[in-house]
């Protein structure tokens, strides 16, 4: 599995080229336009714009011969005239007053329950608590916080609700009562409510389950993968491992919802480089809609990844590509969120330039009706934007989150994965520079392979259907 990388820098035109599993690709970044090509194609393509093409036939004439060379050559320069390759980047002055864009709230994430019945290892929210005490959200917080949404979700009409923790149910009749809040509401306000759970599964029952169904567009079920790695990274407190406890039940769960509007997901760790395997045993499970992500994690922990790590950690990409083709082929295919890409890349321009919305039009909502920019900032102080009662006062911070988008990060100018990730995740920056308009290097480099992949089995798949 070769893996050859060529960027071209220019008036902001950025081209990608790579090989991956005997595909030739090229990205025109800022179009979006991806290119399956020949080899004298690709090896012209990094030539083209600093050289003639006498210049050029020079130079490749030991490889092809002069006629291959002219039609590829030939090729390529329509490419460019119908602004598929080398396009310039249009985004750039759209996205710079952001400040200005008045702020619409489309998404919380209530933290239903500051408390967790499981111990897992790498918990960002130690065990529930985030940084503080624990505590369950009473009906009159999360009722707050909804009026709080739809109060300031201008003429938007479909907005999200994460029910989210530690672990939400074990505030379920909570749960159940703000859903039915939200219900009432929808009709005098023109809204319509999106809400979505995120369990561990220990309380998860059929009366749970059937009320899921009929109320919650997605739910989100932790596992980490095979038996002995979910049973060292997500114990109970007294040790004893989840696996045996929650696999059925999600397993019916999934069933249940007709196996969409549901994602398994799972971390994987330095404990467990071997991820692949994990994300296929989830596919013999019987699960068709799953997501493994790398921990984040300070570098001191042992569970953290590093930087050695990264090249075991392409590698396993690269085998769970190629495997994923396979099943897709053989008719058994699963849906791996990190391999499903728009490469139309969607309307919407400034989602993909200024990703999840954090701190802008997404928020998370503490047990006592503080509102922080996403669950990984809270009980930082000095990301606590306001209260469900007062709504938003640091004005600053919020500023501060409008302007997180990739043209205000250095490290993504040049960056072919930009339009798709979206500069990264604001906290992974923070906790690693102490600046939101940072990146988190590590995370970066997962992303592009995980975008080369993408890409590719987009290519071997239409490949399939030609």
């Not at 918990?123 to 005490?133: D, M, V």
């Not at 309380?203 to 060292?232: I, P, Y």
């Not at 798709?420 to 906290?427: Q, V």
Request: hydrophobic fraction near 35%; include cysteine; charge should be negative.
């Amino acid at each position: 599995m070769c893996n050859a990388h060529h960027n071209l820098e220019g008036r902001m035109q950025l081209i990608h080229q790579y090989k991956n599993n005997g595909y030739n690709i090229i990205l025109d970044v800022n179009s979006g336009s991806v290119h399956v090509v020949d080899d004298v194609v690709y090896d012209i393509v990094p030539l083209f714009e600093t050289n003639t093409k006498q210049e050029i036939i020079t130079m490749l004439t030991d490889r092809y011969s002069e006629q291959e060379i002219e039609e590829a050559w030939d090729e390529v320069n329509i490419l460019k005239e119908d602004e598929l390759l080398f396009t310039p980047d249009i985004y750039r002055d759209y996205i710079i007053d952001f400040k200005q864009r008045k702020t619409v709230v489309k998404a919380l994430c209530l933290h239903i329950a500051h408390d967790c019945n499981l111990a897992c290892k790498y918990c960002f929210a130690e065990e529930g608590e985030y940084h503080g005490r624990r505590a369950l959200m009473s009906f009159e917080v999360g009722k707050k916080a909804l009026d709080f949404l739809i109060a300031n979700s201008g003429n938007r009409i479909n907005l999200e609700v994460d029910f989210f923790g530690g672990e939400p149910l074990m505030n379920w009749n909570v749960v159940k009562r703000l859903v039915e809040y939200g219900r009432s509401q929808e009709k005098a306000h023109n809204k319509k409510f999106r809400f979505t759970l995120t369990t561990n599964g220990v309380l998860l029952n059929d009366e749970v389950m059937e009320f899921c169904n009929k109320e919650m567009s997605n739910v989100v079920l932790s596992l980490d993968g095979r038996k002995e790695v979910n049973d060292q990274m997500r114990p109970f407190r007294n040790g004893k491992g989840s696996y045996d406890l929650i696999v059925p039940k999600f397993q019916k769960f999934a069933e249940s919802r007709n196996q969409t509007n549901y994602y398994v997901r799972g971390t994987f760790t330095r404990e467990n480089l071997d991820f692949s395997k994990d994300v296929l045993h989830f596919a013999d499970l019987g699960f068709k809609q799953m997501s493994i992500e790398p921990v984040v994690g300070l570098p001191e922990e042992p569970y953290a990844i590093r930087e050695e790590d990264l090249p075991t950690i392409m590698e396993e990409y690269d085998k769970l590509a190629v495997e994923y083709i396979k099943r897709k082929k053989e008719g058994r295919g699963f849906n791996f969120f990190h391999f499903m890409i728009d490469l139309e890349q969607g309307p919407c321009v400034a989602k993909r330039l200024s990703g999840c919305g954090s701190g802008t039009e997404y928020l998370a909502v503490t047990p006592w009706g503080d509102l922080y920019p996403c669950h990984q900032f809270v009980g930082r102080e000095e990301f606590l934007l306001g209260n469900v009662d007062n709504g938003i006062v640091n004005e600053a911070c919020r500023n501060e989150f409008k302007l997180c988008n990739v043209y205000a990060k250095e490290k993504c100018q040049n960056c072919f994965a930009k339009f798709y990730c979206s500069g990264g995740c604001a906290a992974n920056s923070y906790q690693f520079h102490g600046s939101i308009t940072d990146a988190y290097e590590i995370g970066c480099e997962m992303q592009k392979k995980r975008i080369e992949c993408a890409i590719m089995i987009k290519a071997a798949l239409a490949d399939e259907q030609n």
